[in-house]
């Protein structure tokens, strides 16, 4: 059964339709690597996936429940967006903790420090996240909404700010998330990354998928790149 | 061969039952209200806008006043207790612009409202962390409005402790939510208090007279009435924003 499903699924604002009647689905262990130029509206499906926005027309289901679905559809979804969501004042193991405790994980402390370690950056937990670098501060980002245990991961620019190192640790972790069963959805400019973690590539233009099929009828990136540049550019 | 058919369904059970014990299980709308309450209080512990902000300007104007006016025209007792509501009033709303500030800088809110809380949770939380922060005020200035007005109080000390409470309330239920209507907008400081000043006058005005007649010595029971306004509008207010909240937190 498909985690995350979408049908005719549309938000307009005003007479503009960000996204365009779009029909998906995502099972568990499946990652659909979204890709589209700014204002394609990538971040207003997956805000309409995490429940944030109504739809204007169609409709969403995730792990079953009708979007926006209230508490129960929220306690799966794992969200990560442009922004970190994070209270600079509070320490990185607070940020995270109060994330766990709001998802009502049991020992929500150790359950904080094993997301940050997930992250390699338990040895920065007590510092308050307004100290840490944008690097650091994602992988913050990451164990926040990782500490729930997501079965589905909605993931907006997810290596925003990450060296080469956060990149490996964050793309290891979330290929290990697929392999346990979460279904991902990952909004990316990187194709490389998307490609690496992808099982299906989608493309998104003015609000309507171009593009959807198996990653492995896209080839190479450079060959994969050269078609995304025609389709965006028609 | 019969030791795995006996190992093999007990090791299944046993993680099916550990499983189940961490499973996650969401929070009560009690529960995250205080969360969220107590998240919001240490924040401002730690950054102190609002609170020094809003002790600064509750001082100030205590001080700024006692020189403005001529008191013997006009008696202490007969200004005081419009002039501490109005202070009371204006140092509140820079609490309430507030909260649902910090939510908005690197979109924290997207994560509240992505959590699996009942929304009247935000908006619970929010104002009982909003009440905390007018009560402390109020705490802080009335001592200090006696000594520099010279008022004498004593022995109502506990009635003026239920008018703040009552009035606090109402003050924070409203303001709460035209905080969160407000926060996103480009003039948000302007339009905080453009929308919620006059919802306030009830509250002001039934405070400020129950108040007066504590303070001039009258009977207790002639601020009943007042009290019974405060408290109507309470019950009204906290219902009806806490269920506007759901509705434009959803939009």
Redesign the interface.
């Given at each position: 059964m498909a985690l995350v499903e979408a049908a005719a699924l549309t938000r307009a604002f005003g007479n503009r339709r960000a996204v365009d009647r779009i029909d998906l689905a995502i099972a568990g262990g499946e990652c659909l690597a979204l890709f589209g130029p700014n204002g394609a509206g990538k971040t207003t499906l997956l805000?309409l996936l995490?429940?944030?926005l109504?739809p204007t027309a169609g409709q969403a289901r995730v792990d079953g429940v009708a979007l926006?679905g209230g508490?129960?559809a929220?306690?799966v979804?794992g969200?990560i967006?442009?922004?970190?969501?994070?209270?600079?004042?509070?320490t990185a193991l607070?940020n995270v903790e109060?994330?766990a405790?709001?998802?009502?994980?049991?020992n929500a402390t150790a359950a904080a420090r094993g997301a940050l370690g997930r992250l390699a950056i338990a040895d920065r937990a007590d510092t308050p996240v307004r100290a840490l670098s944008r690097g650091m501060q994602q992988r913050v980002t990451v164990a926040?909404a990782l500490v729930?245990?997501p079965r589905v991961l909605l993931l907006d620019e997810p290596f925003t700010g990450l060296d080469d190192a956060g990149s490996s640790t964050l793309a290891e972790t979330l290929a290990e998330l697929a392999r346990e069963g979460a279904a991902l959805l990952l909004v990316t400019h990187d194709v490389r990354e998307g490609l690496a973690l992808a099982t299906h590539v989608a493309v998104m233009r003015r609000g309507s998928i171009a593009l959807h099929e198996p990653r492995i009828a896209s080839g190479e990136p450079d060959a994969f790149v050269r078609r995304y540049r025609e389709i965006v550019s028609a | 061969m019969s030791a795995d058919l006996i190992t093999g369904p007990t090791v299944v059970a046993t993680e099916a039952t550990t499983r189940e014990?961490?499973r996650?299980?969401?929070?009560s709308l009690v529960t995250?209200a205080w969360?969220i309450a107590r998240?919001d209080m240490?924040?401002e512990l730690?950054?102190r806008t609002a609170l020094l902000a809003a002790l600064a300007l509750s001082l100030l104007s205590i001080v700024i006043f006692n020189f403005a006016w001529d008191p013997t025209a006009v008696a202490a007792l007969d200004l005081a207790p419009g002039l501490l509501w109005v202070i009371f009033t204006f140092s509140g709303l820079l609490g309430l612009h507030r909260a649902f500030g910090?939510e908005q800088?690197?979109?924290?809110m997207?994560?509240?409202?992505?959590?699996?809380?009942?929304r009247t949770a935000i908006y619970a939380g929010k104002a009982l962390g909003n009440l905390a922060l007018v009560l402390l005020v109020q705490l802080v200035s009335i001592p200090a409005a006696l000594v520099v007005y010279n008022l004498e109080i004593a022995r109502v000390i506990l009635p003026l402790g239920g008018i703040a409470l009552l009035a606090g309330i109402g003050l924070v239920a409203v303001g709460t939510l035209f905080g969160a209507m407000t926060t996103s907008t480009r003039a948000s400081e302007l339009l905080l208090p453009v929308l919620a000043l006059p919802f306030f006058v009830p509250v002001v005005t039934a405070a400020a007279q129950a108040t007066a007649r504590l303070m001039g010595g009258r009977p207790v029971n002639e601020t009943i009435g007042w009290l019974k306004l405060l408290a109507a509008y309470d019950i009204i207010f906290v219902v009806a924003c806490a269920f506007a909240y759901t509705v434009i937190a959803?939009?």
């Open positions: 805000r995490a429940g944030l109504r926006p508490a129960a929220r306690a979804v969200l967006s442009h922004q970190t969501m994070l209270y600079p004042a509070l607070e109060f994330a405790r709001l998802h009502g994980v049991p926040r729930h245990s | 014990e961490h996650p299980i969401p929070p995250a969360l998240k240490v924040v730690r950054t910090v800088a690197d979109r924290a997207d994560a509240l409202l992505g959590a699996p809380i009942p959803d939009e």
